[in-house]
T-cell receptor, first 108, second 115 residues
């Protein structure tokens, strides 16, 4: 069973920021928080990961709550190519289960 | 990032035959590989976890005699769907992990159609 909860879908306008939430109240001390996204008929693409501190990379930012029970993926300026299903996953060495994910629609 | 390949990308087979799908990590040693299946408009469902040189650990409800997984080397894992039936038609995806769990890379997937 997935250990994360995400909204089924979200919409954004092009060039606006998007905040994708994820709840993971049962996170353990050694779980990493990973985000992936998937386009139709493709394998998931790595977006970002973190453990305790907020993280930034060229694709996105990851804001992690102080108690680590939730996190938010931030796309600073959504583009049409960012339309995908976004998955938040709690990762441990032998466990990489996907939840239902959030389908992000970006409107021009 | 690291590259994981899958072969074939698409396969059509007749009911009752077996199909082998290969997953290769091209530029790193994958100590752990995961196999998933995905139905249309659904999320990825973890089928099994395999560590190099040991037997795969299957998720509940996944038949290990039907979905044979071999992880014989640090760069190759194979999934064999035995005696395939139309209900086995799905998108099969592998991922490979290096020594650190955050080194997790997914293959492009294999679309299996059983007629």
């Amino acid at each position: 069973d997935a250990k994360t909860t995400q909204p089924n879908s979200m919409e954004s306008n092009e060039e606006e920021p998007v905040h994708l939430p994820c709840n993971h109240s049962t996170i353990s001390g050694t779980d990493y928080i990973h985000w992936y996204r998937q386009l139709p008929s493709q394998g998931p693409e790595y977006v970002i990961h973190g453990l305790t501190s907020n993280v930034n990379n060229r694709m996105a930012s990851l804001a992690i709550a102080e108690d680590r029970k939730s996190s938010t993926l931030i796309l600073h300026r959504a583009t049409l190519r960012d339309a995908a299903v976004y998955y938040c996953i709690l990762a441990s060495p032998n466990d990489m289960r996907f939840g239902a994910g959030t389908r992000l629609t970006v409107k021009p | 990032g690291a590259v994981v390949s899958q072969h074939p990308s698409r396969v059509i087979c007749k009911s009752g035959t077996s199909v082998k799908i290969e997953c290769r990590s091209l530029d790193f040693q994958a100590t752990t590989m995961f196999w998933y299946r995905q139905f249309p408009k659904k999320s990825l469902m973890l089928m099994a976890t395999s560590n190099e040189g040991s037997k795969a650990t299957y998720e509940q409800g996944v038949e290990k005699d039907k979905f044979l997984i071999n992880h014989a080397s640090l760069t190759l894992s194979t999934l064999t769907v035995t005696s395939a039936h139309p209900e086995d038609s799905s998108f099969y995806i592998c991922s490979a992990s290096g020594r650190a769990i955050y080194e997790q890379y997914f293959g492009p997937g294999t679309r299996l159609t059983v007629t």
